[in-house]
C-alpha cells in the first residue's frame, strides 16, 4: 500500500492566526462579547434599581406617616365640664355623659384662650376627637387642669417634617421656640380608619376589611382549589368534560383581573343582590380568581409526588381515595402550601375587581361582619392616592408600606416552607 | 336563631353521630366478627355525612326563601295596607324596614319603616326558628337512618368513597361555572348595550365621549377606537418596548454569565417586581415617574405635555412585565437542546455569539409565545393605566400626551351608581367582553406557539 501524500488544494491558504488581521478580528470579538455581557448585566442592574428606587421613595414618604406631630393644650377640666366625676365617663353613662360636656367646644375654648383668637388653625380640624378619646382611655384626667397632646394641622404637620406654607412655618417655628410642639409615633395610623383628616385617619378598618376577605377567600378558593386538583391529576378520565375542565382552569387563570370584578357586579350584586361594598362578595370574586391558581400549584405538586408511592400503597390494599388522601396529599402539601399562600398574596394586592363591586366604602369604623360596607388595603390605598389634601401623600405611602410588608412576609414565609418541605424525590 | 349558629350546632351535631357511629361499629371488631366490611370510622363518616348534608343543604335552599316568606306576611298584615302600590316604592320601603329590624340606631327616610320594622322582626325570627327547627329535625333524622344501618357487612367505606368522589367532581365543575358565568353574564350586557349602540359604531367610531342621553334609541358617544388605541400604545408598544430587552437580556445574562451565587440572588429580587401590587406601582407612576417625565418633555421643549402621559404608564408597566418576560424567555433558552449550544461553542463561537445565532433563534418561538402572553397581561392591567394614564381619549401617538385605555374607561364608567339600564353601564360590559376576547386569542395563539415548539426539540 503506498500512502499518498496530502496534496494541497491549490485554492486553499493557509489561515494565519498569529497575523494582524486575525488578530484584530478576534480582538473585535471579544469586545462584542465584553459588551453583550455588559448588556445583560446592565439589564438585571436596572430592573433591580427601579425596584431599589420604588422601595427608597415609598420608604422616604411613607416613613413620616407614621409620626405624627402634636401640640400641646392645657384644659381645666373641672372647670370645663362642671365638675364631672370619672365615673360619669365608664360604662353605660359614657353616651350621655360625652352628649351634656360637649368635648368640641371644651376643645375650642381651651385653643383661643391659649392660642388666641384663630388659634385653631394650629390643630387638626378632628382634633377635638382625639381629646375625646384621651378623655375615654383614662378618665381620670377630669378630676384636675391636664396639658394634652392634640394632632397640629396639616400645614404645620408638614411644616415639622419637610416644607409647608410660609405661615405653617412660621407658626411652626413659634411653636417649638415655645416648646408646644413634639413629634410621636402615630398610634392612630395603626388603630384608626378612614376620615377627611389625614391628621386623624388610619388603616385599621382597611385592613380588617383584607383580613376579613382573605378569610372568605381562603375557605372558598383552598378546599375547592384542591379538590379539583385531586380530581384532575388522579381520577379524571381522559376525555371531551376533562379537556373542558382544563380548558377553563387555564382560561380562568389568564383572564384579567378587572374581568372578574364585572363577573362579581353582574351575577353576585345584580343577579343575586347580595349586598353592596360587603366582604363577602369581595371574597367571593377572589376567591374565583384565586382558585385557578391553587389548582395549578396543586397539580404541579401532586405529579411531582412520584408514582412508586401511589403503587405501594395499592399493593398494601388502600383503596383509590386512601391511596390520595392518605398518602399523596400529605406528601404535596409543603407545595400546594407554597401555592396558595402565593396566590393568597397576590389576592391581597389586588384592587381592579374590589373596585367594580363598590369595595371603596368611605367607612369610618372598622367593618364587623361579612355583610358590613368595607374597603380593603388596596383600595384604600388607591382612594387617598386621589385626595387633593397633600397631607394624604404620606399617608398612602405609610399605607403601601403596610401592604408591601405583609407580602413580603407571605412571600417569604412561602420560600422558607418551600425550601424547608420540599422533597426532591 | 342566626344562620350561621345554626350552621354551627348542625357541625357539632354531625361530629356526634361521627362518635356514636364509630363507636357502635367498632364494637363489631371487639365481639369478634369475622368479616367486617369498613374500618369503624368510616361509619363515623357515614353517620355524620347523613347528619350533616341533608341539613346544611336544606338550610342553604331555606335562607334564599326566608326573605321572601317574612316579607309576604308583613305584607299582608293590616298595617301593610296604606303602602304604595308601586312596586320599586314599595320594594324600597320593605327593604329599609328590614335593615331597621336588624339595626335599630340606622336613619330611616320612611315613617312606614318605622311602623313596619318590628313586624319584620317578629316574621323574620320566626321563619328563621322554622328553618332552625326543620334543619335540625333532617340532621337527626338522618343521623339515625345512617345509624340504624350501621351493620358488620355494611360497605361504609364504599358510600363515603362515592360521596367524596362526587365531591371532587363538584369542586371541578365550579371552574367551568366560573367561564360560564363569565362568558354569560358580559354577552348578556353587552347584547344589550348593541341594542342602544350599533356594534359598528362600537367597535370603529372614533368618538369616545359617553353619555346617559338616549336619542330615538340610540346612545352616541361610543366609539371606541381610541381606547382601543390607547390600550395597544401603553401596553403593547410602550410596555414591551421596556419589557422586551430588559427581560430578555436579564434572562440570557442570568441563565448564560452569572455565577450561581449571583443568580441565586438576583432572580427573586427580579421576581419581587412581579410580586409588587399594581396599586403600588400605579400610585409610583403617579407620584414620582410622571411629573419627572413631564419636567423633561418641558426641557426638550415640548411644551404641551401632559402630567397623565402615556409613557410614565407604559414605562411603569414595563417595569412590571420584566419578570414575567424574563421567566418565560428562561424557560424557552433552558428548553433549547445543549448539543446545539456545546456545537456553537465546539465551532470556536464566543459566548455571546452562540447566544445570539443559535441559542436566541432556536428559542425564539417560546419566546414570542411568552411576549404575546406578556402582552394579554399588559393590556388587561388596571391600576397602572387608571391612576397613571389619565381620562382623555386622544387619538395620538405622542407618548407624552394623555390616552386612555379599555380597562381605565371600565372603572371610570362603574365608578358610582351602576344603574344597569344605562349605556353607560352596560358599555363597561361591551368592553370587557372585547378585552376577554382578546386577552384570550393571545393567550390561545401564545400557547400553541409554544407548545409547537415544545414538541420539536422534545
Known sequence: ?425 | MTITATFFLIAGLGLIAWVFARARAGRFIQSGVASVHSLPSYHGWYAAMWAVVPAILFLLVWSTIAPALGSYQVLESPLAAGLPTDAFERAAILSEARALSHNPDLKVFNDAAVRLAPLYEAADSKYAMIGALAAFLLCFAGGAFAFTRIRPDFRARTQVERTVMFGLLLASLIAILATLGIVASLIFETIRFFGMVSPFEFLFGLDWNPSDKVVDGQATGFGAVPLFWGTVFIGAIIAMLVAIPLGLMSAVYLTQYASANVRKWMKPILEILAGVPTVVYGYFAALTVAPALRSFAVSIGITDASSESALAAGLVMGVMIIPFVSSMADDSIAAVPGSMRDGSLAMGATKSETIKQVLIPAALPGVVGGVLLAVSRAIGETMIVVMAAGLAANLTANPFASVTTVTTQIVQLLTGDTDFDSPMTLAAFALGLTLFVVTLLLNIVALQIVKRYREAYD
Open chain 1, 1 to 425: 500500500m503506498t500512502a499518498t501524500p496530502p496534496t494541497a488544494s491549490p485554492s486553499s491558504r493557509k489561515t494565519d492566526w498569529m497575523g494582524d488581521a486575525m488578530q484584530r478580528r478576534i480582538a473585535r470579538r471579544y469586545a462584542a462579547e465584553r459588551r453583550f455581557k455588559f448588556l445583560g448585566l446592565a439589564a438585571v442592574a436596572v430592573s433591580s434599581l427601579f425596584l431599589a428606587f420604588l422601595l427608597v421613595v415609598m420608604v422616604g414618604n411613607g416613613a413620616k406617616g407614621f409620626v405624627t406631630t402634636e401640640a400641646t393644650l392645657t384644659i381645666d377640666l373641672p372647670a370645663a365640664t362642671g365638675s364631672i366625676s370619672p365615673d360619669q365617663l365608664t360604662g353605660p353613662q359614657l353616651s350621655a355623659t360625652m352628649a351634656s360636656i360637649d368635648v368640641r367646644r371644651i376643645f375650642d375654648q381651651a385653643v383661643q384662650a391659649q392660642y388666641g383668637e384663630d388659634g385653631a388653625r394650629y390643630f387638626a380640624s378632628t382634633a377635638w376627637t382625639a381629646l375625646r378619646d384621651q378623655l375615654v382611655e383614662n378618665p381620670n384626667l377630669v378630676m384636675g387642669e391636664t396639658s394634652f397632646w392634640l394632632p397640629t394641622s396639616s400645614d404645620i404637620d408638614r411644616a415639622a417634617k419637610d416644607r409647608s406654607t410660609p405661615e405653617a412655618e412660621r407658626d411652626y417655628a413659634a411653636l417649638t421656640k415655645a416648646g408646644e410642639v413634639r413629634q410621636s409615633f402615630n398610634m392612630q395610623f395603626l388603630t384608626g380608619s378612614d376620615g377627611t383628616d389625614p391628621a386623624r385617619v388610619g388603616i385599621w378598618g382597611a385592613l380588617k376589611g383584607s383580613l376579613i376577605t382573605m378569610v372568605v377567600t381562603l375557605f372558598l378558593a383552598f378546599p375547592v382549589g384542591v379538590l379539583a386538583a385531586v380530581y384532575l391529576e388522579e381520577y379524571a378520565p381522559k376525555n371531551r368534560f376533562t379537556d373542558l375542565i382544563e380548558v377553563s382552569i387555564n382560561n380562568l387563570a389568564a383572564v384579567p383581573s378587572i374581568i372578574f370584578g364585572l363577573l362579581g357586579l353582574a351575577v353576585f350584586l345584580q343577579f343575586l343582590s347580595m349586598p353592596r361594598s360587603a366582604a363577602l362578595v369581595g371574597g367571593l370574586t377572589l376567591a374565583l380568581m384565586t382558585m385557578p391558581v391553587i389548582v395549578i400549584a396543586a397539580r404541579n405538586a401532586i405529579k411531582a409526588v412520584p408514582p412508586s408511592i401511589r403503587e405501594a400503597a395499592m399493593g398494601v390494599g388502600a383503596s383509590p381515595i386512601q391511596v390520595v388522601f392518605h398518602h399523596v396529599l400529605p406528601l404535596a402539601i409543603p407545595g400546594i402550601m407554597t401555592g396558595t399562600i402565593i396566590g393568597m398574596a397576590r389576592a391581597l394586592g389586588e384592587t381592579a375587581p374590589l373596585l367594580m363591586i363598590g369595595m371603596r366604602a368611605f367607612t369610618t369604623t372598622p367593618p364587623d361582619g361579612l355583610t358590613d360596607p368595607a374597603t380593603v388595603l388596596p383600595v384604600q390605598i388607591f382612594l387617598w392616592s386621589d385626595e387633593v389634601n397633600r397631607g394624604f401623600v404620606e399617608k398612602t405611602s405609610a399605607a403601601i408600606i403596610v401592604l408591601l410588608v405583609f407580602l413580603l412576609t407571605m412571600n417569604a414565609i412561602a420560600v422558607y416552607l418551600r425550601n424547608r418541605f420540599e422533597t426532591r424525590w
